[in-house]
């Protein structure tokens, strides 16, 4: 199948791409970067930003699915990039009736998730990584609000090790849920295999390893 990956040139994004082509997909990546991955006959690069609307409606134009991992890096600026991101993808869909997966990854935190969180990493939320998971809370709110088959991942704290394929997934939020950290590789896993077959469209995924 024909899968776009936005936001693909590091992180989960990489991996997911990595991923995606080892799944013998046809992938369309859209960032700003070079993905500096050895030459594949399954991999189309679309340079650009996430907010140009003719960039990212070229990405995603015959896609079968979209996979969405936007991310800031190390930052923890204020930033609009999120919600704009998906104003601008709203848009499109209104333009286009895709009728197709969008699989969108925010993080553990975002929106009521944050409720959820152990005292010391609400700490963390509040004086950290406030003001990009605002953004990130306002995404998932546009996203949900729109006329798009969506599904949400909110994984725990990105590590950088090998995949295991070893992952909880939780599709509901209670009271000692306790999401930990996991792979960036297992959350790209999940990632390909929702947008290959996905699990219940207007839903949220959390993941842990644990």
């Not at 990854?105 to 950290?128: C, P, Q, R």
């Not at 999401?179 to 960036?184: K, P, V």
């Given at each position: 199948m024909k899968?776009?990956?936005?936001?693909?040139?590091?992180?989960?994004?990489?991996?997911?791409?990595?991923?995606?082509?080892?799944?013998?997909?046809?992938?369309?990546?859209?960032?700003?970067?070079?993905?500096?991955?050895?030459?594949?006959?399954?991999?189309?690069?679309?340079?650009?930003?996430?907010?140009?609307?003719?960039k990212?409606?070229?990405?995603?134009?015959?896609?079968?699915?979209?996979?969405?991992?936007?991310?800031?890096?190390?930052?923890?600026?204020?930033?609009?990039?999120?919600?704009?991101?998906?104003?601008?993808?709203?848009d499109?869909?209104?333009?286009?009736?895709?009728?197709?997966?969008?699989?969108?990854?925010?993080g553990?935190?975002a929106?009521?998730?944050?409720?959820?969180?152990?005292?010391?990493?609400?700490?963390i939320?509040?004086?950290?990584?406030?003001?990009?998971?605002?953004?990130?809370?306002?995404?998932?709110?546009i996203?949900?609000?729109?006329?798009?088959?969506?599904?949400?991942?909110?994984?725990?704290?990105?590590?950088?090790?090998?995949?295991?394929?070893?992952?909880?997934?939780?599709?509901?939020?209670?009271?000692?849920?306790?999401?930990?950290?996991?792979?960036?590789?297992?959350?790209?896993?999940?990632?390909?295999?929702?947008?290959?077959h996905?699990t219940?469209?207007?839903?949220?995924?959390?993941?842990?390893?644990k």
């Amino acid at each position: 199948m024909k899968i776009t990956i936005v936001g693909a040139s590091a992180g989960v994004g990489l991996e997911t791409t990595k991923c995606a082509i080892a799944r013998n997909h046809i992938v369309t990546t859209l960032s700003r970067s070079n993905i500096a991955l050895a030459d594949s006959k399954n991999l189309v690069q679309v340079h650009g930003s996430a907010t140009d609307k003719k960039k990212l409606k070229e990405a995603i134009i015959d896609a079968d699915a979209v996979i969405v991992t936007l991310g800031t890096g190390a930052s923890t600026k204020a930033t609009t990039l999120y919600s704009d991101f998906a104003k601008l993808l709203v848009d499109i869909q209104q333009e286009t009736q895709q009728k197709i997966p969008f699989i969108i990854l925010t993080g553990f935190g975002a929106g009521e998730s944050a409720d959820y969180n152990s005292f010391f990493l609400k700490l963390i939320f509040k004086f950290i990584l406030k003001k990009v998971y605002d953004d990130k809370t306002k995404m998932e709110e546009i996203i949900a609000n729109a006329n798009l088959n969506w599904e949400i991942v909110r994984p725990g704290a990105l590590k950088d090790k090998p995949f295991t394929g070893k992952y909880r997934v939780e599709s509901k939020l209670f009271k000692g849920i306790d999401i930990g950290g996991i792979n960036r590789a297992d959350v790209a896993d999940f990632l390909v295999k929702q947008a290959e077959h996905p699990t219940k469209f207007g839903q949220y995924y959390s993941l842990s390893n644990k």
